[in-house]
């Protein structure tokens, strides 16, 4: 939370010794003593007299300065961290705490300071420090909690505010999907509403009636609880908002892992930077705005307690540094709930958090426009154009991975670097060509005359002849420097297409690693080349290497927001035939769809889990910290597609079941079909059908997508039934037609179902179901067709058969839908509504967690059971009443219903 603050400048005590101590105040600025100041409150009400100056001007002692004082009234003060303690002849010392201090200086530019104390340190006998109110001070959640429920009495005011965050919970439900705007106001009315609770408490509001620090402590206290229950939810829906901001952010930030200090020329005398670094990112481990102002307070402090004095325009390349560095993936996110949700800070707060504020959303904007560090569009950077301008701060990276000097092996690499193509050809065909022409002050000495006087002569001569470049030394396309890279991992790093084909060309290893196991397709795809991405493809590099961190260049791309070469690997793999791993784990288990997940970059997402489900492959890997990309998304977005991504799974599964009526092609051998577990969930016997039938996979596949869009004639069509709605108009076969060339609206569509049945197999049976035991009519309910849901049941669809993962019938899914017509079209058709699903709930207890109060007077029409327990021993009423459905749960114990 925020310390107690004024302004020194109106405290009396520190009038009182500029006016009329002018001498004492003059000696303490050029002798460099520390002035206390008591806090306002806690300032006598009498004249203050030379005893209360002088024992307030501590003077350093010449063996300890920075730790032991004496006052000018001659009294022993100890410093002990953020306490001063006063040595009294009696056994127990005083002892006062420093809230904070400053650093002035006088019109001549003399330092002194000034520490603001929380009592007096000492006094005359007139004074009386215990007339003097407690000052509080909050700094954690903690102590806000001890607050409310010390200066409230108890714990009521906490548990009326446990009521409201609960009340408040259970009526905004989709936090996540709102507005900006629309979470601001609601956390705002939370916030007064919460208020009022706590000033309603009779101690509470009369203490902060003549108490407006008090009061402040109050107001920030109650932020803190309230927040803190709505974190979670609140913060998702903030991060929904910032979404698109924050991975933007976090593609620049990815993209500069090279930063190093120098480049932003910051002040080496700032030696915890590395402190700093991780007390800022711990910021994303709190849930208030007290503790995450704690964090950047304490990160800020950490970089200035050298004693240097920082000015703004020196935090802010600090703070550009330590936002690089923190590794966060929602910055915006954080910023947002910074500036907007600080319900207790008054509209014109200009004091230290404030500052600490707007200098962190400055540092976050300067990264984010770009102005600083160029483009974030490798193809686009204009580092890598020769002849471009770029920013100071991109030269300053970029040189530090420049080769400079007259060794021939620097100049080649210096060349890659630059993108000179033809002075890399003069290089490997050695023949040397400087970058300038060198003034020729003597002539060259000849093979001959190329002796040293002696092994260690260090003549003019002998000099110029040792630095002359050796034919024995110049550069292959093998060479290494002192990283470990080749010529080919230079040109990827820089992206210089032209020198990758060339250098292919001439025959480079494709797969040499530097000192951390990196190919040049890592760097490639790392720093977003597509083109150097597809040239070293083609030319026959692995794309599935893994470096010393066991990435692949799919890692690689994932992480730094590089879409074009994510599509480049994965559009590759496809036209070749070649097999990308998509779920390869690294050494921490992160696939690449948990880092692109973690970051945000939903386009790559997108991309991934495509794959994935074409490819029949896991959505759910679990790494190291048991998380799945699910659970590493930040924003809703992600969530979704990930989400959708499982129903599409099932949608596009290869291998269904069908009916054991139906009968393999002649002539196929028995050891090529596959055996699947048969459908036990199903009234009726499945077996697998034969994988080389791919004609009845795409037919089964298309009925499950013209079910899904609701088309009611494609998917009889497919299913071989009529559209009709009663059994005796239903038939499950073709009837016969009028004649063989009938073109009447009776006979056309059985022509096209026969002539269809005759290329690829008899009639599907209308319960096939995919490997996960979904039919028709679940894929009917699911997406709310009404009509076809009925025609599927009047054909003869089994309204009890399950899922074979969740054991889902049609009737749960109906009920979670809160789809009222369709559960009553499929209890009128022999649902059983006292069927369980795999958490052991029927379709009263879906009703009742979702509040469907309809669904509920069907169902108990209906008699459902209400006493059937699921694996949480919960009854459908329990669910209800855990949340907060009280009309449901007074429902199903009330009085006899009427329906």
Known sequence: MERYDEDLAENSFFQVLQREYVDVFEQAVQLGWIICAPRTGALPKYALGQDDIFGHVLVPCEELPETHFRTLNDRNVVLNGNVLVLENSVSNPHSVHILFEETYYDDDMRKYKVMCLEDPLYA???????????????????????????????GKVLEGLDILIQDFLL????????????????????????????????????????????????????????????????????????????????????????????????????????????????????????????????????????????????????????????????????????KFFRFSASSSDSGEQSFNISSLEAAIEHLYSGSLFGSTTPEADSVLQPGCTSSPVLKSMEEALGYNGVDPMARFFECIRLG????????????????????????????????????????DRCEKLMSKPKKDIMPTIHTREERGYTGLHVACIFGRPAIVDMLIDLGADLHATDFRGATPLHYAAQRGHQNAVLLLLHAGA?????????????????????????????????????????NAQNNVLDTPLHLAS???????????????????????????????????????????????????K???????????????????????????????????????????????????????????????KLACFYLGIEEKTTNSESSLAPRALCHPLCQCSECAPNINLNQESSETFNTMSINACNSDGYSALHTAVTHEHLHLTKVLLSQGADPNQQTSSRRLSSLHIAAQNCNLDIMQCLVTHGAHVDLRDVCGNTALHHCCVRGFDQGV??????????????????????????????????????????Y
């Open 650 to 712: 099932d949608e596009l599964e290869s291998y269904v079941r069908i009916d054991v009526n139906f009968k393999s092609p002649t002539g196929c051998p028995e050891e090529t079909k596959l055996n699947f577990d048969k459908c036990t969930e199903s009234s009726e016997v499945y077996q697998s059908i034969n994988c080389h039938d791919s004609k009845h996979m795409k037919h089964i596949e298309k009925m499950l997508k013209a079910v899904k869009v609701g088309d009611v």
């Open 171 to 338: 009526k905004n439900p989709t936090l996540e999907e709102e507005t900006l705007q629309t979470l601001r106001d609601l956390g705002s009315a939370l916030f007064s509403e919460a208020i009022q609770v706590t000033l309603s408490d009779p101690r509470l509001g009369e203490k902060t009636k003549t108490d407006q620090y008090l009061l402040d402590a109050v107001k920030l206290a109650v932020e803190t609880y309230v927040l803190h229950g709505i974190y979670k939810q609140l913060i998702k829906g903030i991060a929904a908002c910032k979404a698109e901001e924050d991975a933007r952010l976090n593609r620049v930030i990815k993209n500069l892992s090279d930063l190093q200090v120098r480049d932003l020329d910051i002040d080496p005398q700032l030696f915890n930077l590395t402190k700093a670094k991780f007390e800022l990112a711990s910021i994303e481990g709190h849930s208030t705005p007290l503790g995450k102002l704690g964090c950047l307070k304490r990160a800020i402090l950490l970089v200035t307690s050298t004693g240097a004095i920082v000015s703004s325009d020196e935090l802010l390349p600090t703070l550009l540094f330590l936002v690089v560095k923190a590794n966060l993936p929602n910055w915006y996110a954080h910023i947002t709930f910074l």
């Open 542 to 582: 692995d794309i599935n290497k893994c470096d010393g961190d066991s990435n692949t260049p799919l890692h690689l791309c994932s992480l730094n927001g590089q879409v074009a070469c994510v599509k480049a690997l994965l559009f590759y793999a496809e036209s070749v035939g070649c097999d990308i791993t998509i």
């Open 420 to 459: 000179r193509v033809e002075d890399v050809k003069d290089i490997l065909d050695g023949k040397y060509k400087p970058f300038e022409k060198e003034a020729e002050s003597e002539p060259s000495l000849v093979e001959s005359d190329a002796q040293l006087c002696h092994p260690l002569c260090s003549c």
């Open 124 to 154: 005359s006998h007139a004074f009386a420090p215990s007339s003097c109110t407690d000052l509080v001070i909050l700094n954690c959640l903690r102590d806000c909690v001890d607050l409310l429920w010390t200066e409230g009495g108890g």
């Open 598 to 648: 973690r970051w945000g970059y939903s386009a790559i997402v997108e991309l991934l889990i495509d794959r994935i489900v074409i490819l029949g492959l896991k959505l759910k890997v679990y790494n190291n910290r048991k998380l799945t990309a699910l659970d590493c998304a930040h924003n809703r977005h992600i969530a979704r597609l990930i989400l959708d991504a499982e129903v599409r």
């Open 857 to 898: 007077m069907l169902l108990l029409h209906w008699k459902a059971t209400k006493d059937l327990l699921n694996l949480s021993d919960s009854t459908p009423a329990q669910e209800a009443e855990k949340r907060g459905h009280w009309h449901i749960v007074e429902m199903i114990f009330g009085k006899t219903l009427s």
